[in-house]
């Protein structure tokens, strides 16, 4: 089983910014994909970034231009930097790694993001 450590979520003002990190026991190469995603109280869970093995990214549309993902495969650690923060933003924020072959989903615990005055 992989253990997937989320760390960096806490209580933010609108606009301010918060950075997050997601690290993985061993090489995040070994994934074909990592990512974020983000479950507010009382909506399902839902994509937030993606970075493919290969680097691809891909942004849900209501964050483009606000968040990044990156990663570090030094010490194994994927980034979500969070800029512009927006009450709607608040969620708890899950790191999420797949393998295809077979196919296989691997996710952290969470870490809770508050965007409020």
């Known amino acids: 089983q992989v253990q997937l450590v989320e760390s960096g979520g806490g209580l933010v003002r609108p606009g301010g910014s918060l950075r997050l990190s997601c690290t993985a026991p061993g090489s995040i190469l070994s994934f074909n994909r990592m990512g974020w995603y983000r479950q507010a109280p009382g909506k399902e869970r839902e994509l937030v970034a993606t970075i493919t093995f290969g680097g691809s990214i891909n942004y849900a549309d209501f964050v483009k231009g606000r968040f990044t993902i990156s990663r570090d495969t030094l010490t194994n650690t994927v980034f979500l930097q969070m800029y512009s923060l927006k009450p709607e933003d608040t969620a708890v924020y899950y790191c999420?790694?797949?393998?295809?072959?077979?196919?296989?989903?691997?996710w952290g615990k969470g870490t809770p993001v508050t965007v409020s005055s």
């Open positions: 999420n790694a797949v393998r295809y072959n077979p196919y296989v989903d691997y």
